[in-house]
Nanobody, 123 residues
Framework: QVQLVESGGGLVQAGGSLRLSCAAS????????MGWFRQAPGKEREFVAV????????NYADSVKGRFAISRDNAKNTVYLRMNSLKPEDTAVYYC????????????????WGQGTQVTVSS
């Protein structure tokens, strides 16, 4: 069974930074694509960033390009999301995601999910 636990969320002023962490347990972590999604109040969950199993391939939503950076440390079974220049529209619950075997991380029904961590950006 795969478990994902997010941490690092909080309240920050616009222009500030946060780093989210996702601690994963599971035998196949190092060979799975990982990512971050977010869900704001009243809106659907949306893609934020993904990283390939070896850390060499990343992809970002247009709304966060140049501001967010995803990384992973397979030795620590941890994925990170560094968020800079935060905006009020970044306010959401951020969820760590891991693709299931032979799954597509962009197809959200194929993913393992964490409980989420709240990020609130004030103006």
């Amino acid at each position: 069974q795969v478990q994902l636990v997010e941490s690092g969320g909080g309240l920050v002023q616009a222009g500030g930074s946060l780093r989210l962490s996702c601690a994963a347990s599971g035998r196949t972590f190092s060979r799975s694509a990982m990512g971050w999604f977010r869900q704001a109040p009243g809106k659907e969950r949306e893609f934020v960033a993904v990283i390939g199993w070896n850390g060499g391939s990343t992809n970002y939503a247009d709304s966060v390009k140049g501001r967010f950076a995803i990384s992973r440390d397979n030795a620590k079974n941890t994925v990170y999301l560094r968020m800079n220049s935060l905006k009020p529209e970044d306010t959401a619950v951020y969820y760590c995601a891991g693709s299931q075997a032979f799954g597509n991380i962009y197809r959200m029904t194929d993913n393992y999910w964490g409980q989420g961590t709240q990020v609130t950006v004030s103006s």
